[in-house]
């Protein structure tokens, strides 16, 4: 049985577009450009649709990225990685590197707010409407994809996911919010005997056994994490997991989404 065939097998219809689509590909989500050299166990591989799977393809780009910001690299291996992924965003993404250039009020902020070994890094701006697009798109896809893992069921076209995120700044002043972490269970990863990559990639997860409600917390190396409530239906949205996301969305959405950024050649 080769990988299609047991995807089709676990559900024949695609699981991120509600099963409007029949399943034609698996989608490794998290994608293989979050890991070093694209070294990634296997695990979290879903049954996707093509335009559900090559929907997301800038957005995993840029979030392997992002999540390479902190910490700086150690090895010659990973400079160079960083360096060509850099090159591609900025000629992929035009606009994104300009939009992360911090204001000197948000370096007065940062200053003020970080104890002082942290002082000195260098700054990026994370408000701006390019990459908060890019991050939400990526934790909906995240969410509904582990809501998937943990309850089995689709979740169908009604339902919502809604996306939060969070940078290490955030993490660093103690402003991600603990009432909602605490309900997550213990972190997990992919791992492959004694090879994992908790230092890359780790998540959290809670959920009703009805498949109504799950919520997830995932971390990207030291540099930023998501927060994900998935909805079976969009009756069910509770508004303390909405208020204040950076998008809440339909299953869907991938099928029909026009990038707004123009692609050229992926990394």
Not at 38 to 43: A, I, T
Not at 95 to 104: C, K, N, Y
Request: glycine share 8%.
């Amino acid at each position: 049985m080769t990988l299609l065939d047991r995807m089709k097998s676990i559900s024949p219809t695609c699981i991120l577009c509600g099963g409007q689509n029949p399943t034609e590909t698996t989608d490794h989500i998290p994608p293989k450009s979050i890991f070093f050299l694209k070294q990634r166990p296997r695990g979290l591989e879903f049954p996707a649709c093509r335009a559900c799977n090559q929907g997301s393809k800038l957005d995993d780009q840029v979030v392997g990225w992002f999540s390479r910001i902190y910490p700086d690299p150690e090895a010659d291996a990973e400079t160079k990685e960083l360096n060509k992924l850099t090159k591609s965003v900025q000629r992929n993404v035009p606009g994104l590197l300009a939009e992360l250039q911090a204001t000197d009020s948000q370096l007065v902020t940062f200053r003020k707010g970080v104890p002082a070994q942290y002082a000195d890094k260098h700054v990026l701006s994370a408000d701006g409407p390019i990459l908060n697009e890019i991050v939400g798109c990526f934790g909906a896809k995240m969410g509904i994809a582990l809501h998937f893992e943990k309850t089995g069921r689709v979740v169908p076209v009604e339902g919502r996911a809604a996306v939060k995120w969070y940078t290490n700044y955030q993490a660093i002043t103690g402003d991600i919010p603990t009432d909602a972490l605490s309900l997550l269970g213990a972190p997990e990863t992919l791992q492959m005997g004694k090879w994992e990559v908790s230092d890359q990639f780790q998540y959290s997860s809670a959920w009703l056994e009805d498949g109504r409600l799950s919520l997830h917390y995932a971390t990207f190396r030291r540099s930023f994490a998501i927060l994900v409530a998935v909805f079976a239906s969009n009756a069910d949205l509770i508004e303390g997991l909405v208020e204040n996301s950076a998008g809440v969305f339909q299953p869907g959405w991938l099928i029909d989404r026009q990038p707004k950024f123009k692609r050229l050649k992926m990394w």
